[in-house]
């Protein structure tokens, strides 16, 4: 499978899950192979935001991985992918990976796509932010991460939130050359109703 079609997905504690699970069923749909990792506090949130099981997640990926599992091949940068998109990203999953505090195979495969210069893509899910939320970010970004917080966009007049869920997660995939068919596009729309 060729690099720009395989896609590693993490998916963190914070809340938003909603973006990660239509993150991978949006890849599959455009024929992307993808790679799962979700860490315990990522689990935890989908028991609380969703209907899913933990197996019904994993089956969304073409391999799902254990954040435990360090020699998992996505912590490898022999390992070739098109890239990583976390989503949602904590706050804590964010200041680990710009500081490269590799403590489980989600932090490992962010610093593993950072150190091979690949696309990593953070949809950093907190509000208000902090001076150190500030400054995680900016170390991510100038260790070559997007930091690419879910804000809405209004002027596509979204009738329900999985409109404003497809979005982001479209915008987020276009990040990585992955074509979602159907994204609204602003130019792309009528604007009147």
């Known amino acids: ?25 949006l890849a599959r749909k455009a024929g992307v192979e993808t790679h799962l990792v979700v860490t315990p506090a990522g689990q935890q949130t989908r028991a609380y935001e ?8 994993a ?12 020699g998992a091949a996505i ?12 989503a949602p990203c904590s706050v804590r999953t964010l200041s680990a990976i710009a500081y490269a505090n590799n403590d489980n195979l989600l932090t490992r495969a962010a610093d593993v796509t ?13 509000t208000p932010l902090t001076l150190g939320h500030l400054r995680a970010m900016t170390a991510a970004t100038e260790s070559g ?3 690419m917080p879910p804000v809405p966009a209004f002027y596509l007049r979204p009738a329900s939130v999985d409109d ?4 982001t997660v479209g915008r ?7 074509d979602v068919p159907d994204l609204p596009r602003w130019g792309e729309q009528p604007t009147s109703r």
């Open 164 to 167: 404003l869920v497809d979005h």
């Open 59 to 70: 089956a969304m990926a073409d391999v799902a991985y254990r954040p435990a599992d360090v």
């Open 75 to 86: 912590a490898s940068g022999s390992f070739p992918t098109g890239g990583m998109l976390v």
């Open 114 to 126: 950072l150190k091979e210069r690949r696309r990593l893509v953070l949809l950093v899910r907190e």
């Open 1 to 25: 499978m060729e690099r720009q079609r395989r896609l590693v997905v993490g998916i963190s504690g914070a809340t938003g899950i909603a973006y990660g699970v239509r993150a991978l069923e």
């Open 50 to 57: 969703t209907d899913l099981s933990a197996r019904d997640l």
């Open 145 to 147: 991460a997007v930091v």
């Open 172 to 178: 987020a995939l276009d990040l990585f050359g992955i």
